[in-house]
């Protein structure tokens, strides 16, 4: 099959018969109907329909050498750091299309399961690993484009640091059996976003695994028996794309996962009570490098949208000859140079694993995913202190076709533009920070990657010194 349009991803999400709850209510019927989900399957759709534009297939697909389909690029494994580039230039040309604003196109986890299947001969011989059933997993991904959502954090119960789970029915989901047809999933998972909007869910218990119960990865089906994806309250305004410009057609959605007693067939399980798989396979696989590659890529796209509106608001209300307008404006383009100046060190400096694949360098990726939890809050804030009153002063698209119009003509007119480009303009700004969909998308950047102060503290632990000490030992002649 290969690479599918958007009406076969449409037509795919319809089938599935996933459990999905929502504001009280479970989902019926066709999902790509429903006012929740409508927007962001179009908006997804738009992007598997560039697969088979004349003049992107190419930049967006590669020839499959055993099938001679065509495929997603996302999914090409890189033996160069040309096939880097080409990665690159697909996950840019998709993310320009949004905007960076849908965070979890279906190129992010199509990276990740490409990287997990490029590194699964690390599990090879080791103790309850099935390696064959990643790369299986890939080969069925990438044959019939599949897409899936991740889920990686358990509950947000007890962070303390000597918390363990005395109660008798388990919150974090564990492995509670196992029988002739495969292991047993009982309990939650905090989060997955576009949790029911994706044909698999791969989920991994990462970080910190202590006991065999809950050391396991796998990937299902959506529609799972026993699988409930447990939806927040819809962050979308409303269908008007003049009222809603983002949310009407971007919103992820957050699910919490919830298994029922799934049943994870033996051939989709990854490994199982194998503690140390599951602490070392995802750092020595090239996870990292390559989800991290496909998010900042995205996040250099969203920050360069975040310029172009910022310099737009501040041209329609003429505040650009102001010096401190200028420095902020300048915060965000010495933000955007940064990132991606990193991103292209990364693959400069890109090295080959020892299977064969090529592996952009990590440091510079993981200081980039230091950087943008820090800077997108801000630039959020610098788009709120440029757009002041004009933030909170919007009429609708119903406003302007009422007899009220006159008025919002004359007295919400911009410097450079009339009232009704004026409040369009400022609807985005307003969306993108102030709407829930906006402060969503900042707690979202926040944490995309995990804890931003445990990430700084990965960095800090990773990060060779050792040099740099050397050098202050050798000019003082200290001994130790
Ligand atoms: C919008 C959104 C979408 C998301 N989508 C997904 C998804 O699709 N899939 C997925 O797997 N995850 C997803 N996540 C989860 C994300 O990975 C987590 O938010 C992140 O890893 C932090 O974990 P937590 O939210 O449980 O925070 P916690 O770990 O509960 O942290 C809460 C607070 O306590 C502090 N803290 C807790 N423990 C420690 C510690 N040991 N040391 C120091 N400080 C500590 C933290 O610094 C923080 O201030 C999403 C999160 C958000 C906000």
């Known amino acids: 099959m290969g690479a599918i349009n958007g009406k076969e991803f449409i037509e795919r999400m319809d089938r599935l018969n996933k459990e999905i709850w929502l504001d009280g209510e479970r989902l019926e019927g066709k999902i790509s109907e429903h006012p929740a989900f409508r927007g962001l399957l179009q908006s997804k759709a738009s992007l598997y329909d560039f697969q088979f534009d004349l003049t992107l297939k190419e930049k967006l697909t590669f020839l499959s050498d055993e099938t001679e389909e065509r495929i997603g690029l996302s999914y090409l494994q890189p033996r160069t750091k040309e096939d880097l580039k080409r990665r690159r230039t697909m996950i840019e040309i998709w993310a320009r299309h949004t905007n960076g604003l849908m965070g979890r196109s279906p190129d992010y986890m199509n990276s990740v399961v ?27 991904a990438r044959n019939q484009d599949l897409s899936f959502t991740h889920t990686f954090i358990t509950p947000q119960v007890n962070r303390s640091q000597i918390n363990f789970e005395k109660l008798k029915e388990p919150i974090a989901a564990k492995i509670v059996g196992k029988n002739e047809k495969g292991i047993i999933i009982k309990g939650a998972r905090l989060l997955a976003t576009q949790g029911g909007l994706t044909d698999e869910v791969l989920v991994y218990s990462a970080g910190g695994v202590t006991n065999d119960a809950d050391a396991y990865a796998f990937s299902i089906p959506s529609d799972t028996k026993g699988l409930k994806f447990l939806c927040r309250e819809s962050f979308v305004g409303g269908e008007s794309a003049f009222d809603y410009p983002l949310s009407s057609r971007y919103e992820e959605m957050d699910t919490i996962l919830v298994f029922d007693n799934v049943v994870v067939p033996w051939e989709r399980v990854f490994f199982y009570e ?19 590659h496909q998010a900042i890529t995205r996040q250099v796209v969203k920050t360069e949208f975040l310029l172009g ?6 041209d329609t209300i003429n505040v650009c000859g102001y010096q401190h307008i200028q420095e902020k404006l300048s915060e965000i383009i010495i933000g955007l140079e940064t990132m991606k100046a990193l991103l292209l060190k990364s693959e400069e400096e890109a090295e080959m694993d020892e299977w064969g694949y090529m592996r952009p360098n990590l440091i510079p990726l993981k200081v980039a995913s230091n950087v943008f939890p820090r800077i997108y809050p801000r630039f959020s804030e610098i788009i709120q202190l440029i757009g002041a009153s004009g933030m909170v002063t919007l009429p609708t698209e119903k406003d302007f076709n009422s007899p009220i119009k006159k008025d919002l003509e004359l007295y919400l007119q911009g410097s450079r533009k009339n009232a009704e480009e004026r409040i369009k303009l400022f609807r985005l700004a307003w969306d993108l920070t102030m709407s829930s969909f906006g402060t969503r998308q900042t707690q979202y950047e926040r944490y995309f990657f995990g804890d931003p102060v445990r990430l700084s503290s990965g960095l800090y632990h990773t990060y060779p010194k050792e040099e740099y000490c050397k050098r202050v030992k050798d000019l003082l002649d200290l001994k130790e």
């Open 114 to 140: 490409m990287a997990f299947a490029s590194s699964a001969l690390f599990l090879k011989g080791s103790e309850n690993c099935f390696p064959e059933n990643i790369i299986s997993l890939y080969e069925r």
């Open 274 to 292: 194998n503690v140390d798989a599951a602490n070392e396979f995802m750092e020595k696989s090239s996870f990292y490098h390559h989800a991290y």
């Open 309 to 314: 509106l910022a310099e737009s608001l501040s």
